[in-house]
């Protein structure tokens, strides 16, 4: 039951990063003018716009390996990649939520820039407990009784 869970919310995360991955990278320029328009990222915003779509795409293919290859690392890996990701994400819209103006451009991409700023918090949050949730019971199922070792 543990590894269809991770399962699950390792098909979550691949779809969400591809899907955002994509977008961007094929609305490079709308996601470059998205950024530099934030308070936070003005000065970085060509190092960020550059850094996150490929990262975006190699979380999903971390999480994506493990499908067809016996390759556990790569999960662990992706998982926590993508988690710690999720939450820069959440802190992100939190910080814009509390101390800047809303009306900011989203940077997300597709279908997921039609979200406010309230419902991004909510989604990535959401996101975030998950992929911690996937983080703890991929270790357990590490741990579970077809992975020991057994002593002759």
Request: aromatic share 14%.
């Amino acid at each position: 039951m543990k590894r269809i869970i991770v399962d699950i919310i390792s098909c979550l995360f691949i779809i969400l990063f591809l899907y955002t991955g994509i977008f961007k990278l094929l609305d490079l320029t709308h996601f470059k003018w998205a950024l530099s328009k934030s308070p936070l990222l003005k000065d970085s915003y060509l190092v960020v716009a550059n850094i996150i779509p490929p990262l975006e795409i190699g979380i999903a293919f971390l999480l994506l390996v493990p499908f067809f290859k016996e390759k556990p690392a790569y999960r662990k890996w992706g998982l926590r990649a993508g988690t710690t990701l999720m939450a820069m994400f959440t802190i992100y819209v939190w910080y814009m939520i509390t101390f800047k103006s809303v009306g900011l451009p989203c940077t997300c991409g597709g279908i997921i820039s039609l979200m406010n700023w309230h419902e991004h918090l909510y989604f990535n949050t959401a996101f975030t407990i998950l992929g911690i949730l996937a983080i703890i019971l991929h270790k357990r199922s590490q741990l579970g009784p077809m992975n020991k070792v057994s002593v002759a």
